[in-house]
């Protein structure tokens, strides 16, 4: 469940960023977010790890294969999803995107 979660998520940020007006000046602010993004998802598999493998939760831990294995990619599967948005946020050009400025 949370892994559909994850990829829906991921996927409705995608739609809705090429629907969204950006202006350039914000690239920049856009490129320090998203390297905090994937700093902050490789923390959340570090924990993630360390929850799972106490005495008390990992036998059932190991019941969810598909929660480990989405944790084990975390941070490539942010860095993935972060740059299919960052491409579709600003490739947009002003006479053939969406918008023109």
Do not use: D
């Given at each position: 469940?949370?892994?559909?979660?994850y990829v829906m998520?991921?996927?409705?940020?995608?739609?809705?960023?090429?629907?969204?007006?950006?202006?350039p000046?914000f690239?920049?602010?856009?490129?320090?977010?998203?390297?905090?993004?994937c700093?902050?998802?490789?923390?959340?598999?570090?924990?993630y790890?360390?929850?799972a493998?106490a005495?008390?939760?990992?036998?059932?831990?190991?019941?969810y294969?598909?929660?480990?294995?989405?944790?084990?990619?975390?941070p490539?599967?942010?860095?993935?999803f972060?740059?299919?948005?960052?491409?579709?946020?600003?490739?947009?050009?002003?006479?053939?995107?969406?918008?023109?400025?």
């Amino acid at each position: 469940m949370l892994v559909v979660f994850y990829v829906m998520l991921n996927l409705a940020a995608v739609i809705s960023a090429a629907m969204v007006r950006t202006h350039p000046a914000f690239f920049a602010a856009s490129i320090i977010m998203l390297v905090f993004l994937c700093m902050m998802s490789a923390i959340f598999a570090n924990v993630y790890y360390e929850v799972a493998s106490a005495s008390m939760i990992a036998p059932y831990a190991a019941n969810y294969t598909l929660l480990y294995n989405l944790f084990l990619y975390l941070p490539y599967l942010t860095i993935t999803f972060a740059a299919l948005l960052a491409v579709v946020t600003w490739g947009k050009t002003s006479t053939g995107g969406q918008y023109a400025y």
